[in-house]
Structures are given as C-alpha cells and as structure tokens.
C-alpha cells in the first residue's frame, strides 16, 4: 500500500466513523434532562439490596462480571510490565544514593504516611455507604506507602515493600473476586449473585457480598500498583545499563 | 447548560486539555497534566459524579505525574552521565 | 445556586483558572507553584460544592485532592530537583494568600457544620490542606539536596 491509498483508507474511514457520530450525538437525551430510564431502575435495585451507595451496587453486584474484566485488565497490565522492565543480563543493579530531605518535609512525609493509609482504608471499607471503593481506596494506599520514597529515600521503601509478597497478594485477591464469584454458582444462582443475607440498610456489613468483592478490589488495586510502581522505581532508581558507572 | 458553575469547569478542562497537548516538554507536560486531573475531578463533582471524581483524584494527583516523571528520568539519565563525563 | 456554588464559581473561574494559565506558560520555576496552588485552591472549591449541594459524603473529595494534592508537588520537588535547584521558585507571599483562603474556607464551612462528628473532618481536611500546601512550597524551593542517583 502506498502512502496515497493509506491516507484515502484512512480519510473515508474517519469520514464514515464522524457521520456516525454525529448521527448518534442527534439521537442523544438532552443534557440534564429529568428522564432517566436506567438510573431508576438501578437505584430501585440497589436499595432492594440494601447498598445505600448505587455506583458500588453497579460495580459489585449488577454488574460485578464488568468489574471482574476490568480487574483483569490491571491485572494483566501489571503482569505486562513486570516482564517488560525486568532485570535483563546486560543490566545491573547499583545501590541508591541517600537523599538529603529538608527537615519540615521528612517530618510531614512521615506523618501523612499513617493517615493517608487509614484514608485508603476508610474509602475501602466505605465503598458501599459513600463515594469511593475498591480502587479509590486501594491507590491512596499504594500511593502513601511511596510517602516514604518521597520523604526519606529508596532504601526506607525498598524495606517495608517486599515486591515478592505484594505480587502474590495481588494473585491472592484476584482470585478471592473469582472465588466469591463461584461461591454465588454453587450457593445461590448465578456467577457472581449476591448470595449472602443483605444486612441492615446503611451499615458497614449491609449489601451481601458487595463488601467483600470490594475489599478483593481494594487489595487487588493496591497490591498491584505497588508492583507496578517498584518496577518503575527500580528502572529508574537502581538497574542501569552495562557500561554506565 | 444554564449553570455557570458546569461552564466554568468544562471551560477549565477545555483550557487544561489544550495546553497538556500543546507543551512539548514530558516534565512540563506531566505538570499540566496534573492540573488538568485536578480540574477533571471538578468537573465530576459539578455533575454530581462524586465516585468517578474520587477515582480521578487517587489516579492523577500524584500516582500519574509519578509514572511519567519517573519515566523521564529514566531516559534523561544517560544522556546526562555523558555530559558530566565530557 | 446558593452562595456556597457561587463562591465556588468564583474560586474556580478566578483561583484555577489562573493556576491552568500558570501551569500552561512562563519558565519551569512558575509552573511548578502553579501545580502547587492549583490542589490547594481546588480543595477550598470541592469542600464549597459539598456544603452547596448539602452533601457531607462529598467532603471525601476534599480530603483526598488535601492528601494527594501535596504528594504530587513532592513528586515533582524530588524529580525534578536538578531544574528547581537552579532557578528556584519564591513566592510565599501568593502561598501564604493562598493558604490563608483555604483557612477561611475551612472556617466558614465549619462553622455551618456546627459541633458534630462532621466537624472534626472538616478540620482533619483543613490542617491537611494547609499543612500541605506549606510543606509542598518549601519542598519546592530547596526541599531536596539532589544527589545524582536516590
């Protein structure tokens, strides 16, 4: 092919894919109209199943097989990097140099620290009374931990972060989700039902196993980008190319 | 659309999103980038989204400009051992 | 619109409009206390919008934009070191503004909380926000010594 015949290619193509957009965009609902056919029924549905939070009723519940591939796409993105940025043969690895961190900054690092992890946590353990989850919380969590990084140096991370245990805790919640997920086959009616009883309206433990695929969300998502920040780290931080001194 | 509150977020994400793709340089633009995170979870808000809001923040406050900046540093880092070493 | 949604408007088209227009243009040095100001007049805005549409679930987004919002300025403190070192940023007086609106937001929003459990987050938000900002600012200007691998 030509340059010419690709560009021809490409420009009816995209003149094809704007017609059909815009065609689309005409048959639209209004913005901010009052006519919202799916979003009554979801609601109607979330409060039958005790969720006060609808979104979390969506994702762990209505539509937890969507949340299942949307984990596996982390999941296997994460397994993607940690392959691509590995330690190759003519690469090694040369030990960090401290960093001199002001004073004032140590300290607020060192004390953000503990509270953005009980943040994390308080969204994780939220996710189905108010906005947040799974994911939300689990990347604050991850997040804090590199509060280390940040305010002392690579080496204070490298030894609260044993990579090895991370991944496997990642593997683990991935298949806590399945888990949950064939436990609704064999104890109710389908993969991923909500099986459990629903609990009081409003409270930590209501929803059924709508805590649960959150908490294996929360873990999965922290667990998982923990990994794919140390992988990142020791790129930049530790392996360097034969030759480079 | 009559809300000025929804104009003046998704006339900020306008401006954010234009300039994030017309800087050039990966720092400076990771730094926009970061702004436009910011003013994305705005937006959110204003539309009374407040889970994907919450999303975009944990993401794009400092998870994303880590990731890029690291990256940068990365490819920046031999080419500057040869500048030292000349 | 209530007075809480129109201080948020004006916070937002003035305050973070500004800060888009400073991250976007000019050197390195103003656009890195432009990231910094933009969390830290975004979160005054958030905790605004919570109290407006009378949703205290929503102070949840102010608390997270006041924990990750300096955690971002410190990425770029600490990677960015070699570029800052040379031409560092001063410019406490916009901070100190800047943080001083914060408080009174806080304030404010606190006040119409009233004593209640609400209260002591809006405070958590508050310190977090100020202390944050603060701490971002100075970890900017010299926060860092830089050495050349770490």
């Known amino acids: 092919m030509t340059r010419r015949v690709r560009l021809l290619v490409m420009a009816v193509g995209g003149t094809g894919l704007a017609a059909l957009l815009v065609a689309a965009c005409f048959d639209l609902p209004r913005f901010g109209g009052d006519q919202h056919p799916y979003g009554d029924r979801v609601v109607r549905a979330s409060l039958a199943r005790h969720t006060a939070n609808t979104i979390a009723s969506v994702n762990f519940d209505q539509r937890a097989f969507d949340t299942l591939g949307e984990m596996s796409i982390l999941f296997a993105s994460v397994l993607g990097t940690v392959v691509l940025l590995r330690q190759t043969r003519d690469e090694h690895r040369a030990a960090p140099e401290p960093e001199q961190v002001a004073l004032p900054v140590r300290r607020y690092a060192l004390l953000v620290l503990p509270v953005a992890v009980l943040t994390g946590l308080y969204v994780i353990a939220h996710g189905q009374l108010s906005p947040g989850g799974g994911f939300q919380g689990g990347v604050v969590v991850a997040t804090a931990l590199h509060l280390l990084y940040l305010g002392a140096d690579y080496r204070a991370l490298e030894r609260i972060r044993p990579v090895g245990s991370y991944e496997v805790a990642d593997a683990l919640a991935a298949s806590a989700y399945l888990v949950l997920g064939l436990a609704g086959l064999v104890a109710g009616t389908a993969f991923l039902a909500d099986f459990l009883p629903y609990g009081t309206f409003n409270t930590l433990s209501s929803g059924g196993t709508v805590p649960l695929l959150n908490a294996a969300i929360g873990m999965e998502v922290a667990c998982a980008v923990v990994v794919l920040l140390a992988n990142f780290l020791d790129q930049a931080v530790e392996i360097e190319k034969e030759g480079e001194t | 659309m009559d809300d000025p509150l929804i104009v003046v977020a998704l006339l900020l994400v306008a401006g954010s999103a234009t300039a994030a793709v017309a800087v050039r340089d990966p720092a400076r633009q990771a730094l926009v980038l970061a702004v436009l995170g910011t003013v994305l979870a705005v937006l959110f808000t204003v539309l009374q989204a407040p889970d994907v809001a919450l999303s975009q923040l944990a993401v794009g406050s400092a998870l994303t400009p880590l990731l890029i900046m690291l990256s940068v540093r990365k490819v920046r880092r031999p080419k500057r051992r040869e500048e030292t070493e000349r | ?150």
Do not use: H
């Not at chain 3, 209530?2 to 088209?13: E, H, K, P, R, S």
């Not at chain 3, 955690?71 to 916009?94: H, I, M, S, Y």
């Not at chain 3, 603060?134 to 926060?143: D, F, I, P, Q």
């Open chain 3, 1 to 150: 619109m209530n007075g809480w949604t129109v201080a948020a408007t004006a916070a937002l088209a003035v305050g973070v409009g500004a800060t888009v227009w400073g991250v976007a243009t000019g050197p390195l040095r103003r656009r890195v206390v432009a990231q910094n100001l933009s969390t830290s007049l975004a979160c005054p805005a958030l905790l605004l919008l919570s109290e407006g549409y009378d949703r205290p679930s929503y102070v949840d987004l102010a608390l997270l934009l006041a924990l990750l919002g300096p955690v971002g300025t410190l990425v770029f403190a600490r990677l960015l070191v070699e570029d800052l070192a040379a031409d560092p940023p001063r410019t406490w007086g916009l901070t100190y503004a800047v943080a001083a609106f914060g408080a009174a937001v806080v304030i404010a929003v606190c006040v119409a909380a009233g004593p209640s459990r609400a209260l002591v987050k809006l405070l958590v938000v508050g310190a977090l926000l100020i202390g944050g900002n603060l701490t971002a600012s100075r970890a900017l200007s010299g926060g860092f010594a830089g050495s050349r691998r770490g």
